[in-house]
């Protein structure tokens, strides 16, 4: 059983918009500088979509989809890994961040015909940066959060 405590809540939604925030502009702005890709997993809810439903999704409503999953969806996840593990705030946005990478380009993106891991290119390496990046910054900001709070 889980124990939430409910004064948590606030912090770790707070923590998911800023992560998924730094997520994007990171996605848009850094990716294409260090890895010469841009990351747009708005494509790959627009496929899953599709597939799940037969309903195309437009590239905004698809962008607002995952922009809402990664706020709040992947804010809940490193919440969850770390009521589960008992791992350090740190420690538990490393796991949190490969588990989603690893859903994303392990799990769906081969859903959608991709190869597993997308061949481990750039945009795999990529992603893993994000998607690390993001669940470790979530951590840090929530394990911040948490220390004002408690003061």
Do not use: C
Request: proline share 3%; no cysteine.
């Amino acid at each position: 059983m889980i124990n939430i405590d409910r004064t948590d809540l606030p912090k770790v939604a707070l923590a998911g918009l800023i992560g998924e925030i730094a997520f994007e502009a990171y996605a848009w702005l850094i990716s294409p500088v260090l890895f010469g890709v841009k990351l747009q997993p708005s494509f790959l809810v627009i496929g899953l979509t599709k597939k799940a439903t037969g309903v195309e999704l437009s590239y905004g409503a698809a962008f607002a989809v995952h922009f809402l999953i990664g706020a709040f969806g992947f804010a809940a996840f490193v919440y969850l890994v770390k009521a589960l593990t008992k791992l350090s705030y740190v420690k538990t946005g490393l796991l949190a961040g490969v588990a989603l990478w690893f859903i994303a380009q392990g799990v769906l993106a081969p859903l959608m015909g991709r190869s597993f891991m997308m061949g481990m290119g750039a945009y795999t390496q990529s992603s893993f940066v994000g998607h690390v990046g993001m669940t470790l910054l979530m951590a840090l900001i929530w394990k911040r959060l948490s220390a004002r709070s408690a003061d």
